[in-house]
């Protein structure tokens, strides 16, 4: 199966940045079509999604971090990333990388039971 391993949160100063990581194992960008994407999940709410990339490098933001954050894939590296700039408290959550088969997967934006493979999860603490 595929492995999703997340890195990069912490603790940051309103108006400050980070970039996370998630390193896919078990699998290559190259192979097929497939989708990629970042959640995040504060306690007591459900997971929402945050930011999506597609096979071809298409992107599609949540309305609330457009602007201020960006997703990006390193075919060298397997590598998922997400900028997170001007953060602000609301961002507080876990965030989680996710993954799927498929070419198109922006409508899925908001859908996070129909994606497959998921992270373990960094916590993001913005104070």
């Known amino acids: 199966d595929v492995q999703l391993v997340e890195s990069g949160g912490g603790s940051v100063q309103v108006g400050g940045s980070l970039r996370l990581s998630c390193v896919v194992a078990?699998?290559?960008?190259?192979?097929?079509?497939?989708?990629m994407g970042w959640f995040r999940q504060a306690p007591g709410r459900g997971r929402d999604g945050v930011a999506i990339?597609?096979?071809?490098?298409?992107?599609r933001y949540a309305e609330s971090v457009k602007g201020r954050f960006t997703i990006s894939k390193d075919y060298a590296k397997n590598t998922l990333y997400l900028q997170l700039n001007s953060l602000k408290p609301k961002d507080t959550s876990t965030y989680y990388c996710a993954a799927r088969s498929g070419g198109y997967c922006g409508y899925l934006l908001q859908t996070s039971a129909a994606w497959s493979y998921w992270g373990q999860g960094t916590q993001v603490t913005v104070s």
């Open positions: 078990r699998y290559r960008f190259y192979n097929a079509d497939h989708c």
């Open positions: 990339i597609d096979s071809d490098g298409s992107t």
